[in-house]
């Protein structure tokens, strides 16, 4: 099993920054890849950004490129989430996940094992 708890989250002005955290525990050894995922209301939960745990490669979604950066910290279990240039249409709930197994994409959000609770990320205009 692996516990995620995210932090960071917030209300903000269009144009500001946030920054996700999200601490990872237990059996942290078998991940593989961590990810970023939202949920807007009324909409399916969608691929943000992922990390692979053991190379840095990272890979995001279109809408988000040049705009948010993910990061991990290995010595820490700890994955990140640098949020610029807010957007109106950012605003989510944002969730972290682990997946422990190798898999072809990384934006299959059904590839994924483990997930946070979930931090509310609300960007006025």
């Known amino acids: 099993q692996v516990q995620l708890v995210e932090s960071g989250g917030g209300l903000v002005q269009a144009g500001g920054s946030l920054r996700l955290s999200c601490a990872a525990s237990g059996r942290t050894i078998r991940i593989s890849a961590m990810g970023w995922f939202r949920q807007a209301p009324g909409k399916e939960r969608e691929f943000v950004a992922a990390?692979?745990?053991?190379?840095?490669?990272?890979y995001a979604t279109d809408s988000v490129k040049g705009r948010f950066t993910i990061s991990r910290d290995n010595t820490k279990n700890t994955l990140y989430l640098q949020m610029n240039s807010l957007k109106p249409e950012d605003t989510a709930v944002y969730y972290c996940a682990v997946r422990e197994y190798y898999a072809g994409s990384y934006n299959n959000i059904h590839d994924y094992n483990y997930w946070g609770q979930g931090t509310q990320v609300t960007v006025s205009s």
């Open positions: 990390i692979n745990w053991s190379t840095g490669g990272t």
